[in-house]
């Protein structure tokens, strides 16, 4: 082991400790392969102690004094310190996951704006006075705070989960203990620091390194954690399901997609087809809500196929940290594992591609795990690549002849995180933004997101509601108190 590359431990109890395992982990720069630090690797011993750190947080000490005013004090504290450190922190994400720098400065500056939203959130929480039959009683419903928090979030983008995980959590006076992606470990623990520095009283704020098997099992099954909100797969999302039924906690889960965009050949066919490569390969598709099935009118659908190829094989891949690339690499080897895998499947069952097609290698890519924007013409509805979430830069196009069609076979997946949609018919975009089955529906954009705007998904895409008031009120409970006036 290189003894200058640090070692990050755990947050517990506002006090960073070992693992109670004493062992570590290497997270590697994933362009470049260079070791970047040295995680813990929590586990179930370690969760039991952040739990119950929460848990104390919760009921006793400063926090369950803060007033609303505190809380959003805290919080705008918190945003101007991320706003300080932002270049920081999007070199942090960038260096461990690959995301170009371009793209993650613009989520910092996102995520600064979000935790001040929720700031004002937490100063206009209401509860009711309804008006019961008996007019002896007075009713009022009240709010409060749901309680230790469990989050488990992904590597796709490692600030931005761990932020939408605890401006919430902030807001409302629940608690957390975070467990993060163990390709992705070191934007949630500066995050960490950074909360501390703002003033987050010990305990409220936890986080424990470590991998899903151990850590995030514990975490999710644990009979002190009030609620979780999971990030990541479909087939992980199932086993928090399974484990949150011991003591029936609550759940927001925001799973995969496949999610189609749909064109109409009387679109803005310029603005669609560079939305379309964006949709697709922002991220290299490491996205949920990647638009990965295109649809397109059968009219102009191998012309505009081939201008998306065109579009996207122009795309400037390499190291993210180089201002130019629009494109890093993928996030681990076994996501450029998993990628490889779904496109040898797709080509042995006919499709082709006309842009990108297998793992790219040359000066400067060989150590990373660089793979192409890829766009497929010929598949089928009922080929792997056009059902199965790859989360890698592949591309489905499709083509259709009807609108009805285009909504029957764009709904005709398990999934529905978002639907893109490009038209000129006012009629039509109104139609087909009831029709498709989706939790967010883009018309003539894509992937667009506000922190005013809740966003999730339906069906296997998950439940539960991130961003926007919802977000905030998903972390109450609502409690009735009935006065009998009449005493
Ligand atoms: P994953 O869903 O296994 O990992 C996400 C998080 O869950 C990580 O923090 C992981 O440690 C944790 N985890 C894993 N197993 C767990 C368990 N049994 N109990 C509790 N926590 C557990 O995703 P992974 O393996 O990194 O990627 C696999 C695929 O999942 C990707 O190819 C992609 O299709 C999908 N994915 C979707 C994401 C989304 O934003 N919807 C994000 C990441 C992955
Ligand atoms: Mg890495």
Redesign the pocket.
């Known amino acids: 082991m290189n003894a200058e590359v640090t070692s990050k431990r755990l947050l517990i109890d506002g006090v960073w400790t070992d693992p109670v395992s004493g062992e570590w982990f290497e997270?590697?720069?994933?362009a470049t392969g260079e070791l970047?630090a040295q995680i813990a690797k929590g586990g179930s011993a370690d969760i039991d102690a952040a739990v119950a750190a929460a848990r104390r947080a919760f009921e006793s000490g400063p926090w369950p004094k803060f007033s609303p005013a505190d809380r959003q004090a805290l919080i705008l504290r918190l945003a101007d310190l991320l706003e300080a450190h932002g270049e920081e922190f999007a070199r942090l994400d960038t260096t461990?996951?690959?995301s170009p720098i371009r793209h993650t400065r613009g989520s910092v500056a996102l995520l600064v704006d979000l935790l001040r939203y929720y700031a004002g959130i937490a100063r206009s929480i209401e509860g009711s006075v309804p008006a019961p039959s008996d007019p002896a009683l007075f009713v009022a419903t009240v709010k409060e705070p749901v309680g230790v928090c469990g989050a488990i979030i992904p590597?796709n983008g490692p600030l931005w989960a761990s932020v939408l995980k605890l401006g919430p959590v902030l807001a409302s006076g629940c608690t957390l203990v975070l467990k993060p992606a163990e390709?992705?470990s070191l934007a949630p623990l500066r995050l960490a620091e950074l909360a501390l520095e703002a003033g987050v009283p010990a305990g409220v704020f936890n986080v424990v390194t470590g991998f899903g098997a151990d850590a995030g099992a514990a975490l999710a099954a644990h009979p002190g954690v009030d609620k979780i909100a999971f990030t990541g797969s479909e087939a992980t999302g199932r086993r928090i399901v399974q484990a949150s039924a011991g003591n029936l906690k609550r759940l927001s889960l925001e799973l995969g997609g496949k999610s189609p965009n749909v064109v109409f050949a009387d679109a803005d066919l310029e603005k669609a087809a560079q939305m379309a490569v964006v949709a697709a390969f922002a991220n290299s598709g490491q996205v949920c809500s990647a638009g990965t099935r295109l649809f397109v009118e059968r009219s102009v659908h191998r012309e505009f196929a081939q201008e998306v190829a065109r579009i996207a094989a122009a795309l400037k891949i390499g190291n993210g940290l180089d201002p130019e690339t629009d494109l890093g690499p993928l996030?681990?080897a076994r996501q450029l594992e998993r990628v490889s895998t779904h496109m040898a499947d797709a080509l042995t069952a006919g499709a082709e591609a006309i842009s990108g097609g297998g793992r790219l290698s040359g000066e400067g890519l060989d150590a990373g795990f660089f793979f192409p924007p890829t766009v497929l013409l010929g598949a089928q509805d009922d080929m792997r690549c056009v059902r199965e979430e790859i989360f890698g830069p592949i591309l489905a196009t499709l083509s259709f002849d009807s609108e009805e069609e285009a909504i029957a076979r764009a709904n005709a997946t398990e999934f529905g995180l978002g639907a893109g949609l490009w038209t000129r018919d006012l009629g039509r975009a109104h139609r087909l933004s009831r029709a498709l089955k989706a939790g967010s529906v883009w018309v003539n954009c894509y992937n667009r997101i506000d922190p005013a705007v809740s966003s999730g998904g339906i069906k296997a895409s998950g439940q539960g509601r991130e961003y926007g008031r919802q977000h905030v009120e998903e972390h109450f409970q609502t409690k009735s108190i009935w006065i009998d006036t009449s005493v």
């Open positions: 997270t590697r720069n994933p970047l461990e996951m690959g590597w390709d992705a996030v681990s």
